[in-house]
């Protein structure tokens, strides 16, 4: 099921003008870039990429949502500062420009009839575009009172991620505060504590981990994702299957925390919930209590104790339980041509941190897809991938497991050489070959993932290893034939191609760098690696 408000918000932006939609990209870019975001592909702007994209960065929350669309009218007010009150006028063009643009961008001129509605297929300006937006678009989140919606309390919509977990599980009334931990890296820089300080009685849920805390006054409360292995192997019996992360909480003064939500990922329709019990560490071993209440996504237990706590399910009975799943989708940025890496796991934010901490290390990037599977899943069933591409897939199926966040996770590797149609593929079970989940990668999602993880530092290849790059790369004619278009025109090739040297051409294309976007640069990367794969990996420390 999509996100809360998506369908709205595509609407809206599907009956924007090319023009005014182009206008809203390079807003939103603009917007984004500066909260730390990746600019956004100089691609054709597209109504599902852009919706895709900001609900993705906003990860659905309606605050996050409705500051982005101010921030947008802001800029766009600075272009013409009539056109949030008189969105129908006629609006200066924006002057607003790429590298490689002749000139600005002009703005459609002709209004909708209505400012509330903008008929689908029709015109519309981008300013009551917006102005809908922020009136009348649901998410999640509290702010949707503000405007008149339903809040979270009255019509709950999901997860904090922005989307529905189970079409077939109730959404949970949830009236609980969203609340960003401050997050503490260990000396490893690899665990994480995160805490919280919550000013007064309330109901609060963890924006990074899910976790839910009640509190009857003020208190701070630390906690973090501990480790099954280490304290369930010697405790563990067929009879009882792990069911969602272990954290270990503290919490100052102890008495103010009334009860603690545990996240799981069982599906419950139709389940017998007094299976559901809670691990509880202690010194001297292991515990099971019983929850004060089974919702659909979390275990209640209320007065809690400050140790290790984890959500169990009884094993004793056939059909096995179902299981809230999502897919990972993962670009390997140093591998050869495209190479994508592909997990199946249960929805359990410990086991999709473990696999991206993983997966950053490689590096690759997470790509743009769907998370949810269209229907929990079992353990142990196993799937292949299905397309009409030509693409090598290893292993040639890949089983579900209940592997633990501490563990390397399995993974499908997908390699295909030409991806400049696209990739389109589907996840179907082996026996009865109804797909579960689908993706289509497309060629800019490979520019975006290199500019966003090729390095580890803010500084891009290309001008972190200028020096090197000048003095050692020998194949500049190559190199330029690749840009040519996309980067340089015929004029500034042939420039550079006057030059004697191979170090006097790469000094000469250096002079065209510090007006390029990370495009550019992303697009000379690419050029090296194909030409100079060796000396880039050298530098990169592979």
């Known amino acids: 099921m999509e996100a809360p408000g998506r369908r709205d918000l595509l609407r809206k932006l599907k009956a924007l003008g090319q023009e005014e939609l182009e206008g ?19 691609t054709p702007a597209d109504p599902a990429a852009l919706t895709d994209l900001l609900l993705r960065h906003c990860r659905g929350d309606s605050k996050a949502v409705l ?24 609006r200066k063009p924006s002057t607003c420009t790429k590298a490689g643009d002749s000139g600005p961008r002009r703005a459609s001129l002709q209004g909708p009839k209505s400012h509330d509605e903008i008929p689908p297929g029709e015109g519309g300006t981008l300013a009551s575009a917006i102005a809908f937006m922020k009136r009348h678009l649901s998410f999640t989140g509290s702010k949707a009172e503000a405007t008149g919606k339903q809040s979270r309390k009255e019509d709950p919509t999901g997860d904090n991620w922005g989307t529905d977990k189970c079409k077939l599980c109730p959404r949970e009334e949830d009236p609980s505060e969203e609340i960003n931990p401050e997050i503490i890296r260990g000396p490893d820089e690899n665990q994480e504590t995160y805490r919280v300080h919550l000013p007064g009685a ?28 280490q304290h369930l192997s010697v405790w563990s019996t067929p009879k009882w299957m792990i069911a969602g992360p272990l954290f270990s909480i503290q919490a100052e003064p102890v008495g103010a925390l009334a009860a603690i939500h545990l996240p799981h990922f069982l599906c419950l329709r139709g389940a017998d919930t007094s299976r559901i019990q809670i691990a509880h560490f202690i010194e001297e071993g292991m515990t099971l209590e019983k929850p004060k209440q089974v919702r659909p996504f979390h275990a209640v237990l209320e007065n ?20 809230h799943s999502i897919v ?10 495209t190479t994508l890496h592909l997990y199946i796991i249960p929805n359990d934010h410990s086991r999709f941190k473990a696999v991206d901490d993983y997966e950053k290390q490689c590096p690759s990037r997470l790509v743009s897809t769907s998370l949810q599977t269209h229907k929990p899943l079992t353990f142990d069933s196993r799937y292949i991938v299905s397309s009409q591409a030509n693409i090598e897939v290893t292993p040639k199926e890949l089983e579900f497991c209940n592997i633990q966040a501490e563990c390397l996770q399995s993974y499908m590797e997908i390699y295909t050489k030409d991806i400049q149609g696209g990739l389109e593929f589907s996840l179907v079970e082996k026996i ?3 797909p579960i989940w689908e993706a289509h990668v497309r060629p800019e999602d490979a520019t975006l993932s290199v500019s966003s993880a090729q390095t580890q530092t803010d500084e891009h290849f290309v001008n972190q290893h200028q020096e090197q790059l000048i003095r050692r790369v020998i194949a500049v004619d190559g190199i330029l034939d690749s840009l040519c278009g996309p980067v340089l025109d015929l004029e500034q090739i042939q420039s550079i191609r006057a030059e004697r040297s191979s170090v006097d051409k790469m000094r000469k294309l250096y002079e065209l ?4 976007d990370n495009d550019c640069k992303d697009r000379l990367y690419q050029a ?7 000396l880039v990996e050298e530098l990169e420390g592979i």
């Open 24 to 42: 809203f990209k390079d807003k939103l870019s603009e917007v984004l870039l500066e909260r730390g975001a990746e600019p956004i592909p100089k």
């Open 67 to 90: 500051k982005v669309l101010e921030d947008v009218e802001a800029r766009l007010q600075k272009v013409s500062p009539t056109a949030s009150s008189h969105p129908q006028q006629e």
């Open 202 to 229: 309330g109901s609060f849920r963890c924006s990074e981990t899910e976790l839910g805390l009640e509190v009857r006054a003020a208190v701070t409360v630390q906690y973090r994702y501990g480790f099954w292995d």
């Open 304 to 323: 809690p104790s400050f140790s290790l706590y984890g959500v169990v399910w009884g094993n004793r009975s056939k059909p096995p339980i179902l299981i």
């Open 328 to 337: 990972l989708l993962y670009w390997a940025l140093k591998m050869a041509k």
């Open 432 to 434: 009865n070959k109804e």
């Open 513 to 516: 760098v510090p007006q390029w």
């Open 528 to 534: 090296l690696r194909e030409k100079h794969r060796p």
